[in-house]
């Protein structure tokens, strides 16, 4: 079993940053695609942003290109999520997550994921 804990969220306002973070345990993720979504009440969950198994590739949301940027430390085993000039419309709950296919990972299907952590951000 593959437990992913997100922490980092919180309450900004527009034009700040925040830095989520994503732990993973149970098992090596070294192998993993892991990757963000974020989902507000109501709506579908949204694709935010991937990464592979290296680091060297990422893959993001038109929505967050050139604002957001995912890392990923595989000694670690944490995904990081560094969010600039955020947006009202970026508030959602952010969910981590983590499968051996991106494909997977890409439609919102991933085999694990975390339980979610609040970004508010105020006009």
């Known amino acids: 079993q593959v437990q992913l804990v997100e922490s980092g969220g919180g309450l900004v306002q527009a034009g700040d940053s925040l830095r989520l973070s994503c732990a993973a345990s149970g098992r090596t993720f070294s192998s993993y695609y892991m990757g963000w979504f974020r989902q507000t009440p109501g709506k579908e969950r949204e694709f935010v942003a991937a990464?592979?198994?290296?680091?060297?590739?990422?893959y993001y949301a038109d929505s967050v290109k050139g604002r957001f940027t995912i890392s990923r430390t595989n000694a670690k085993n944490t995904v990081y999520l560094q969010m600039n000039s955020l947006k009202p419309e970026d508030t959602a709950v952010h969910y981590c997550a983590a499968d051996e296919s991106f494909g997977r990972l890409r439609r919102g299907v991933s085999n694990y994921w975390g339980q979610g952590t609040q970004v508010t951000v105020s006009s």
């Open positions: 990464i592979n198994w290296s680091g060297h590739s990422t």
